[in-house]
């Protein structure tokens, strides 16, 4: 009798009225929990999938370990036409299949030999069928799957929910109920540990898996309210950036001298004047001598207009001036020394 009681207290033959009631009497033995169901829309909605048989619902809990909802679909399917065109394969046809053949899937190694172990126990008859299912309870169950290489307690506890719609499960050991509890019942970041969730859990009998569930949804509405304070922080820290670098600008000047644009033109010298500034001098000089003897010798010109007017009348220092800048003060010189040497020339004819 108690197995198909535990059949019927199962999610999947309840009313909406038996859920409303099941809902009231938690509430009534758990006020912190009462008011979370509250804030809960909708209320217990439990989704349930129906196995097709325990062998699958395991093989797919295999491959769904430790990986997203995504990436561990892409799998499955991969793993799934690794077989043709059925459904799922059979468990005569893993235990056919090298371990190449279904890595090359992306299962990896435990994952592989997991899946052999659970389609070789079935073959023997050590996992019951869908229907033996139902007549077990919640333990044997347990005991029964958790033979299998690769699958523990919570996967079993899994099957038991969302497979099997069973009612009184307590899956201690998962993350999010553990995160939920602390959210709801504690400063929201110890977690309890499994004995203590199991202790305090034991005042949601005979609806453990109801109060669980609520705990992953206690997650999910922490999550809605610190959603606005998380966009706050990251405004305010944005708006900082900027005043939190002029600061360090500020404080650093070398480091302005080290960014500034008077240090770039010295690594771009270093590249480029041998090539292109000094092939532009040569070319200019060549090609603009009229210009580059003007730019050169502005001195010199001024030279020369100086020493053509104000040293016309006394030449003291001839041989200090160059030949090519003063031609014309050494003719005129060149005529005074002549008028000099007949001079006395003549004065010598005189005497």
């Known amino acids: ?33 009462k008011s979370l169901i509250a804030q809960v829309d909708g209320g217990y909605a439990l989704t349930i999938k129906e196995a097709h048989s325990p062998f699958e619902a395991i093989a797919e809990s295999i491959i769904y370990q430790q990986l997203t909802g995504k990436a561990a679909a892409t799998i499955l399917g991969r793993f799934i036409a690794l077989f043709g065109k059925a459904p799922f394969p059979t468990p005569e046809q893993i235990v056919a299949t090298p371990d190449t053949v279904m890595r090359s899937a992306g299962l990896s190694g435990a994952k592989t030999v997991a899946l052999k172990d659970l389609a070789a126990k079935t073959i023997e008859g050590k996992i019951p069928s869908i229907s033996e299912v139902d007549q077990m309870s ?64 034991e005042r949601w ?12 949804r206690a997650i999910e509405i922490n999550k809605l309210f610190a959603v606005p304070e998380n966009k706050t922080v990251v405004k305010k820290i944005a708006k900082s950036k900027p005043e939190t670098k002029k600061s360090a600008e500020k404080n650093k000047p070398t480091d302005k001298k080290l960014s500034s644009k008077p240090a770039a033109p010295k690594a771009v010298g270093k590249k480029k004047p041998t ?7 040569k070319t200019t000089s060549k090609t603009r001598s009229p210009t580059s003897t003007s730019a050169k010798k502005p001195a010199a010109d001024k030279r020369r207009s100086t020493a053509t007017s104000a040293k016309k009348p006394a030449p003291k220092k001839p041989s200090s001036v160059s030949t090519s ?6 003719k005129k010189l060149a005529g005074k020394s002549n008028v000099v040497k007949n001079g006395a020339g003549k004065k010598r004819a005189s005497s």
């Open 275 to 281: 090539v292109k500034p000094t092939a532009e001098r």
């Open 325 to 330: 800048a003063k031609k014309p003060a050494a």
């Open 1 to 33: 009798m108690s197995k198909k009681q535990t059949k019927q207290v199962s999610l999947s033959s309840m009313s909406p009225a038996q859920i409303a009631d099941m809902l009231g009497e938690l509430s009534r033995k758990d006020a912190k929990l």
């Open 138 to 201: 919640d333990e044997e169950i347990i005991k029964c799957l958790t033979a299998v290489k690769g699958v523990g307690t919570w996967t079993a506890h899994m099957f038991l929910m969302f497979r099997l719609g069973r009612l009184d499960v307590m899956p201690s050991g998962d993350y999010g109920v553990r995160k939920g509890f602390a959210i709801t019942y504690g400063d929201g970041v110890t977690l309890p540990s499994p004995t203590e969730l199991e202790t305090h859990a």
């Open 205 to 216: 009998r005979p609806y453990r898996s109801v109060g669980s569930w609520f705990m992953w």
